[in-house]
C-alpha cells in the first residue's frame, strides 16, 4: 500500500494557468516534504513544511500542511514551461528516521 | 550541500549478472539511502545504509539481492545481484546531512539508469 497518495497523476496545462496538486495520507507525518525531479537528475528540495496548518511561499509556489499534519498541498500560480517535471511529496513519519515518497505527480506546462 | 557522485549513470547488463552501483559524497553525511525508481514512477526505499553494520532494509528488498556496503561516512555501493527484466530501474543514492530527524532535506545523486536485457 502507497502511504502517500499524489493526486493528479498527470497533468498538462497550458502557460500562465494555475493549478494545485495534492498529497494526502492516513498518517501523520512530523514534516512534509516537496521535490522536483528533471529528466535525467534526482530530485531536488523545493519545501519542507513542520507545523500543522503551515503555509510557505517560494514565489509561485505555495505549499501547505493540514492541520493534521496528513496532507499537503502545493499550488503554482501562472504556469511557466520552467515548472515542467515531476512532483514529489515525501514525509517522515513521528519517531522514524526515513523518508517515503508520494505516488508522483508528473507536470507539462506547454507554452 | 553535499555533492552526490553516482557511477555508473547508466548501464545495460545480461540477466542473471550483478552490477554495483557506487556512491561517493563529498563530505562526510550522517544517512545514507538508496532508492529506486522505475519508470515513469515514484521512488521506493530499498534500503539505508548504515556505517560499519548492516543495511536495514525496507519490505520486499533483501540482502541477498541488493547487498550493500558502507565503508565510511562519505562511500556507499549497492549491488543489484542476478538480475532480471524486471530489475529496469532508476536507482538513486541520497544522503541526509543532518539526519532526518532535523527535518533536513534529501540530496541526491543523478542516478544510474539500468536495463536488464
Known amino acids: 500500500t502507497q502511504l502517500l497518495e499524489q493526486s493528479p497523476q498527470f497533468l498538462s496545462i497550458q502557460e500562465g494557468e494555475n493549478l494545485t496538486v495534492y498529497c494526502n495520507s492516513s498518517s501523520v507525518f512530523s514534516s512534509l516534504q516537496w521535490y522536483r525531479q528533471e529528466p535525467g537528475e534526482g530530485p531536488v528540495l523545493l519545501v519542507t513544511?513542520?507545523?500543522?496548518?503551515e503555509v510557505k511561499k517560494l514565489k509561485r509556489l505555495t505549499f501547505q500542511f493540514g492541520d493534521a499534519r496528513k496532507d499537503s498541498s502545493l499550488h503554482i500560480t501562472a504556469a511557466q514551461p520552467g515548472d515542467t517535471g515531476l512532483y514529489l511529496c515525501?514525509?517522515?513519519?513521528?519517531?522514524?528516521?526515513?523518508?517515503?515518497f508520494g505516488t508522483g505527480t508528473r507536470l507539462t506546462v506547454i507554452p | 550541500s553535499a555533492v552526490i557522485s553516482q557511477k555508473p549513470s547508466r548501464d545495460i547488463c545480461q540477466r542473471g549478472t550483478s552490477l554495483t552501483i557506487q556512491c561517493q559524497v563529498d563530505?562526510?553525511?550522517?544517512?545514507m539511502f538508496w532508492y529506486r525508481q522505475q519508470p515513469g514512477q515514484s521512488l521506493t526505499l530499498i534500503a539505508t545504509?548504515?556505517?560499519?553494520?548492516?543495511?536495514?532494509?525496507e519490505s520486499g528488498f533483501v540482502i541477498d539481492k541488493f547487498p550493500i556496503s558502507r565503508p565510511n561516512l562519505t562511500f556507499s555501493t549497492l549491488t543489484v545481484s542476478n538480475m532480471s527484466p524486471e530489475d529496469s530501474s532508476i536507482y538513486l543514492c541520497?544522503?541526509?546531512?543532518?539526519?532526518?530527524?532535523?527535518?533536513?532535506?534529501?540530496?541526491f545523486g543523478n542516478g544510474t539508469r539500468l536495463t536488464v536485457t
Open positions: 541520497s544522503v541526509s546531512e543532518q539526519g532526518l530527524g532535523y527535518n533536513s532535506p534529501l540530496h
Open positions: 563530505s562526510q553525511v550522517t544517512m
Open positions: 513544511v513542520v507545523t500543522g496548518g
Open positions: 515525501a514525509g517522515v513519519q513521528t519517531g522514524a528516521n526515513n523518508l517515503f
Open positions: 545504509a548504515n556505517q560499519g553494520s548492516e543495511a536495514t532494509y
